[in-house]
Every structure is written in structure tokens, then in C-alpha cells.
């Protein structure tokens, strides 16, 4: 079963195109990510499926209705957790989630009930009487999903709900998006970390209001990337990124990852752990540990991003 449907989605601001001809489905009971670096056009997405924001043209369907005629019926039917989530600092976790309960139309009799539920599900018991103020940002975050599950939506929209959390409780929030999926909630979450696209069943990668890839992560991985990467680690990564960097069409694309390098393997060129040490070393630069790794997701998303930019320039110049 189809939980959200979008077709040729579109939104423009004046001249600006945010989001531009997004056509995509999502299964029921599937964890779908929404990639993108900030100003990609997530959040514009969202709101036009959420039923707040009318789009320029096309058309999407959540849970059955139509966003355009029916976004009285949607919004009976989904959670939305917005990326600027508003709580009541100066109320409790428990009347915050109350307070939801009732905008969201659960009846008095039922939200006592319900709110205990949820807290148990969200794992946050021992904090009932807490005020929000006093919570660290991890926790507020899963207040915020508290609230926005309450009503057991069928669609749950996260937008970058874990934005800001610590490695530990970012993980910990994915555990409990993946309850809520395994059972039959549908959630279309965005991020910007790359790294956890691994949580979701399938992802799209945005870039500039445009879907430049979508599938399952393996798919992705698998069609992007039969190129080797060589890791390395200095004492001075800045130096050894901007030396590769400059001579990247030699030595292939260079990131960032902490302190280490990833450098790709070019097209029709030598590539060796080698060449990369020898051209640092003459540069004063020494490496520890150099190794051939898999990509991370990240790998294969710079890739596609950057093979999408070569392309378009190509088409550009092509057209002119
Ligand atoms: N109300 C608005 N008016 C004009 N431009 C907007 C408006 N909302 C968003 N934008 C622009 O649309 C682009 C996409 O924004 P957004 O959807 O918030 O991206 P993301 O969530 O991926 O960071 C950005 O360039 C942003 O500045
Ligand atoms: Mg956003």
C-alpha cells in the first residue's frame, strides 16, 4: 500500500524554484529519508505534504487524500515533528504531550491514558514531572516525538528530528523511529547526516530542490561505487586536504571525515597508497595508517552530487 505519493511536486518563491518536479511513493510501514544539505529543499517538501504549504503545481497524496482538496483529512491522519518543534518550556513532559493530545482532537477520556502510553514507548519514564526547561536537547526532541505520535498517526513527518543530538541518543531516537515503523507507521524523516540514511529502508538525495537519486541504500551504493578510496590519517588533515585538493584531477577527489582523508579513486588515472604518500611526503606531510576502506554514505553521496554538477555544467555548455 502507497502511504504518501508525490508527482511532479512543485513549489516556487517568486523566481526561485525550491523544490522542483519531485516525484516519489512510500510504502506503508516504511522508513523513507529525505537527504539534503541545508537550502536543498526538505522542509518546503514536507510543509506541502503536511497540507501547510500549497504547491506551485503537481500533486501528492498522504495516506489516500489529496494534499491540494482533502489536507483537512490528512491532518487528521499524520504526525508531523517540525525541525523548529515547539514545546512549552515552562510545562511538564507530561502536560506537553496532554496539551498535543487534545489539539490533535484525542477525546479527555482517552489522553490520560494515551499519554502514559506514549511515555513508556518514547522511554520517558522517570521524567513525567519534569519541566521542559530543564531537559537536556536529546530528551526535548523525544518530548517533541511524543507529542507528535500521540494520536498514532498512520504518516509521521520528522524533519531532522535528531539535528543537534548527541552520537548516543541519535542513535537511540533511530531504535524508536524503527519501533514505530515496525508497527505499520509510515515516516518520512529528513537529515542532513549522512551516516543515517543507514536506517532508513530507502532514501532520496535532494539537491537544489531536485531528487538527483533515490533507492535502497544498497542499490545506491552498488550503482555509484566500483571506485577503490584510500583513508588516511596526518597530524595536519587541513594541509594534506588543501595539497590533494588542488591536484585533485591526479589524484582524485578528497574529503574530510574528522581527521581523516578519504581520497577516490580518479578516472584513467594511477591510484596507489604510494602516490597519495609520496606526493604528502614532498609536501612535509607524513600519513599514519593509509588503507583501501568501503565508502560511508557520505563517499557515495559527495559522488553523486559532484558527478551530478560535472553533468549539468556539460549539459549547459552543450545547449549554449
Ligand atoms: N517562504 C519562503 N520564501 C522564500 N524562499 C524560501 C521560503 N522557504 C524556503 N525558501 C528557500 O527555499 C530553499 C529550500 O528551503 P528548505 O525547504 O527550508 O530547505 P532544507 O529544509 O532542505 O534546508 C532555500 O533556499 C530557502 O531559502
Ligand atoms: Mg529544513
Known amino acids: 500500500m502507497i502511504a504518501v505519493k508525490a508527482t511532479a511536486l512543485e513549489k516556487h518563491f517568486g523566481t526561485f524554484i525550491a523544490v522542483n518536479a519531485v516525484s516519489f ?41 489529496s494534499i491540494k482538496t482533502q489536507p483537512e483529512e490528512i491532518k487528521k491522519r499524520i504526525g508531523y515533528m517540525s525541525q523548529k518543534f515547539s514545546l512549552y518550556s515552562q510545562l511538564t513532559v507530561m502536560e506537553n504531550i496532554n496539551f498535543y493530545s487534545g489539539i490533535y482532537g484525542l477525546e479527555n ?6 499519554t502514559a502510553e506514549v511515555i513508556k514507548q518514547i522511554e520517558l519514564t522517570g521524567y513525567e514531572n519534569r519541566l521542559v526547561e530543564d531537559l537536556p536537547g536529546g530528551l526535548k526532541q523525544r518530548v ?34 524503527a519501533e514505530l515503523a515496525g508497527n505499520g507507521t509510515t515516516v518520512f524523516v529528513t537529515t542532513h547526516y549522512m551516516d543515517e540514511v543507514e536506517h532508513c529502508h530507502r532514501v532520496a538525495l535532494m539537491h537544489s ?70 606526493l604528502l611526503k614532498t609536501n612535509g606531510i607524513s600519513t599514519h595508517l593509509p588503507e583501501y576502506v568501503d565508502p560511508t554514505m557520505e563517499d557515495v553521496f559527495v559522488n553523486i552530487v559532484k558527478k551530478y554538477e560535472k553533468d549539468s555544467k556539460e549539459q549547459e555548455a552543450h545547449e549554449n
Not at 34 to 59: D, Q, V, W, Y
Not at 156 to 177: C, H, K, Q, S, Y
Not at 243 to 254: D, F, S, Y
Open 25 to 65: 511513493e512510500v510504502e506503508k510501514g516504511e522508513i523513507y529519508g529525505f537527504l539534503g544539505a541545508n537550502g536543498a529543499g526538505k522542509t518546503t517538501t514536507i510543509r506541502m505534504l503536511c497540507g501547510l504549504l500549497t504547491p506551485t503545481s503537481g500533486e501528492a497524496t498522504v495516506a489516500g487524500f
Open 109 to 114: 477520556n482517552v489522553i490520560k491514558e494515551r
Open 144 to 177: 517533541a516525538l511524543a507529542c507528535a505520535i500521540s494520536h498514532k498517526p498512520e504518516v509521521l513527518f520528522l524533519d531532522e528530528p535528531t539535528a543537534g543530538v548527541d552520537p548516543l541518543l541519535r542513535r537511540r531516537f533511530w531504535e524508536i523511529i
Open 209 to 278: 530542490g531536485k531528487i538527483i537519486k533515490q533507492g535502497s541504500i544498497r542499490d545506491i551504493k552498488n550503482s555509484v561505487f566500483k571506485k577503490q578510496i584510500i583513508e588516511i590519517e596526518t597530524d595536519t588533515p587541513v594541509e594534506a586536504y588543501k595539497i590533494l585538493a588542488a591536484r585533485k584531477n591526479e589524484t582524485g577527489e578528497v574529503s574530510m571525515h574528522g581527521a581523516l582523508l578519504h581520497i577516490i579513486q580518479p578516472e584513467d588515472k594511477d591510484f596507489s597508497i604510494q602516490k597519495i604518500e609520496a
